[in-house]
């Protein structure tokens, strides 16, 4: 079993000071197998980015479970990962011992991917979200996930490098990966999976190309 | 099958303890910094402030018996402070500020708290390592009577922090109210933490109630190793690990309830 398996989530946000409660991922399967790659899409605040952290595991969901059969990426791009007030460089050192690579050969490989030059060396608080995402981006591919979890890295980085990251990512064709997105070209280029998320349900489609047309005449 | 969970026992060991180092590692350099003198505040910052403690209280004139000046009393008992005192001002709040670390897969959320207490403890074991040999070699300090007893009874001081500070993690994560008055209950304690207040200068029957306080009966045990039978020392050695027992199972249970709040929301 080393598919990435989601089971009948629920997750519920307390609103109006924990009165009342807001459904935001509503009875949810998926499954991933290995190499495929999920788009993801839904407009703001339907629950995309709750996904991403229940299947990273930063956040439970009231009932369901998830099964991680294989190796899971935290989600990219979001500034979020980072400690704030240590340095790019720390920050890499940290991740590499947590996750168990090599120290130095994680930073020499996000120093030259990442291309943020002396600013490798300030701390993280002071990047913009660009450069963070830079840094999110070059240090997860330092590590051999099986699954990259993608949250909108690419719609924040300058052209160049996005592409850089989208050619990246193909290269890495037995890599599975979920990618959640309202930027409907990122997934059309980069998926061969498609859902989208509305009212908390997910919906599924045959192709990427039908899940994005329902989507776009909704 | 026994022996196959016997290993996946001993790789999660393996794993915690290597994000524990990572995360210490981390903790280091967050707090110290790599300018100036760095790692060295680790045991400066806390050696100041026993010194400076010390200072003050040599100019009142505290009538200890036996011949104690307070300068000698504070050497030896301000030191014990640091574990519990500075260890919950490390942990209270520790996980929100750290959340972002969770997005990481192999990252428990206990781990952030084990990390953090690991560095203030270091720090506190480490000042102490430092500066008792120092007062010895000026005179402030004689050397101890039996250091194994003084040896087991500074762990037993340990482990109570160790309980408590889990204790006070957990609760200030659950409770607003515990977390903004932590340091009104740590200031709170200082009477009743064997430092100010000499057990052998509280009348009965109020020191048996007393004694009921491990970190009391801890603190006592310590400073019965250094004073050996010429300083009445009192302690209950069999109920102080039986309470320490409990306090630790407490800690880790109710730090855990926590934890699960923090996840869901």
């Known amino acids: 079993m080393n598919d990435l398996l989601l089971e009948n989530i629920h997750k519920t946000f307390p609103i109006r000071h924990g009165r009342d409660k807001q459904v935001v991922l509503d009875d949810i399967s998926l499954r991933v197998r290995p190499g495929e790659r999920w788009g993801i899409m839904g407009p703001n605040g339907a629950g995309k980015s709750t996904i991403i952290q229940i299947i990273s595991g930063s956040l439970t969901p009231d009932s369901g479970t998830v099964h991680r059969g294989m190796n899971v990426s935290w989600p990219i791009a979001f500034g979020g990962a980072f400690h704030s007030s240590l340095t790019g460089r720390d920050n890499a050192r940290l991740i590499a011992r947590v996750y168990g690579v090599d120290v130095d050969e994680t930073v020499a490989g996000v120093e030259a991917f990442a291309e943020l030059g002396t600013y490798l060396d300030e701390p993280v608080k002071t990047y913009s979200s660009g450069m963070n995402s830079r840094l999110s981006f070059a240090l997860s591919m330092a590590i051999d996930f099986d699954c990259f979890l993608v949250d909108e890295v690419i719609s924040v980085g300058d052209i160049r490098f996005n592409r850089k990251c989208e050619e990246e990512l193909r290269s890495r064709e037995n890599k599975a990966m979920v990618l959640v997105s309202h930027h409907l070209d990122i997934i059309r280029n980069n998926c061969d999976h498609a859902a989208f998320l509305q009212h908390g349900k997910l919906h599924f489609f045959d192709s990427v190309d039908e899940a994005i047309r329902t989507y776009e005449q909704m | ?234 302690y209950h050695l069999g109920y102080t690990v039986l309470a320490l027992l409990g306090m630790t199972l407490f800690g880790l249970a109710i730090s855990g309830v926590a934890i699960r709040r923090v996840k869901v929301a």
């Not at chain 2, 977390?179 to 052998?200: A, D, N, Q």
């Open chain 2, 1 to 234: 099958m026994p022996a196959n969970s016997g290993s996946i026992f001993w790789d999660n060991l393996r794993l915690q303890g290597r994000i524990i180092w990572a995360l210490t590692l981390r903790e280091t350099v967050t707090r110290f910094g790599r300018e100036g003198l760095g790692m060295l505040w680790m045991i400066g910052e806390p050696a100041l402030f026993v010194i400076g403690v010390m200072i003050i209280f040599s100019f009142i004139d505290s009538g200890y018996p036996y011949g104690i000046s307070p300068a000698e009393w504070l050497a030896v008992s301000y030191p014990t402070l640091l574990f519990w005192r500075n260890g919950t001002g490390r942990v209270t709040g520790a996980i929100e500020q750290n959340r972002s670390l969770l997005h990481h897969q192999p990252i428990r959320p206990m781990d952030i708290l084990y990390a953090r207490i690991l560095l203030e403890f270091a720090s506190g074991m480490a000042v102490f390592l430092f500066l008792f040999p120092i007062f010895i070699v000026v005179g402030i300090c004689h050397l101890p009577s039996n250091l194994l007893i003084m040896a087991v009874g500074y762990l037993l001081t340990i482990w109570f922090s160790f309980g408590f500070v889990l204790i006070m993690a957990g609760l200030a994560e659950l409770s607003e109210t515990i977390e903004k008055t932590s340091h009104i209950i740590l200031y709170l304690m200082l009477p009743f933490c064997g430092v100010f207040v000499p057990t052998f200068l509280v009348p009965e029957p109020y020191r048996n109630y007393l004694l009921y306080f491990p970190l009391i009966d801890a603190v006592d045990y310590f400073h019965h190793g250094y004073f050996g039978p010429t300083v009445p020392s009192y």
